[in-house]
């Protein structure tokens, strides 16, 4: 198992990998293969389930310290929050999601991961969740919503720290279907930098997911 350019990432055989935690072991959160090395588990990061995970394999480089705080939006069952987890194992992932359906299979998620804290709420209203919420290392977005650029950059005008930076993954289809993805993209970055962000990176997530593109930013 070797380090990848990315803290926390590790590679063996073209594959990614992160560390589960002491608490966490023989513990998988979505039927991810558990390998042992050198006396320590990692758990398998598919990019056909994760598109941070897809990024990755995509070329996309940045780090976070192991005691980094996160905000992240859309945490769904909580698939990809739970390496993010396994990245900062010393910091706090602060779990937004909108779904109570999901949120349930959040909640289990949560059981042995202490670092993450969910929260039950939209989102488009980030003031709402300001008495739990403190200032951030990276706001991370993963929602399937028209407005999806509007609320990343709500959300990191609220909560990202100076120097810090937001990564969303645009939905294309979730923005406009008769828009070429390239177009919607394209729409999505031309939003932020009127508003003050500046484009570190931008991927196309396929053929991992269709239609998507990871888009990393930094606001001025």
Known sequence: MKQSP????????????TLNPEACKHISVYNERLVT???????SWNPYRSKLAAAFHKGLQFSL?????????GAATGTTVSHLSDIVQQGVIYAVEHSPLAMQKLLQVCEKRKT???????????????????PVHL???DISQRNQAEIFLKNLRRYLQPKGTGLIMIKARSI????KPERCYQQVIEYLEAHGATIITN???SPFETDHAALLVRME
């Open 6 to 17: 990315v803290q926390g990432v590790f590679t063996e055989q073209k594959k990614f990998f």
């Open 37 to 43: 090395r050198g006396g320590k588990q990692y758990r």
């Open 65 to 73: 310290p192991p005691d980094a705080q996160v905000l992240y939006l």
């Open 116 to 134: 993450i804290i969910p929260i039950l709420e939209d989102a488009y209203h980030p003031d709402r969740y300001s008495a739990i919420v403190s």
């Open 139 to 141: 706001v991370y977005q």
């Open 176 to 179: 406009d279907v008769a828009l």
């Open 203 to 205: 991927v196309d997530l």
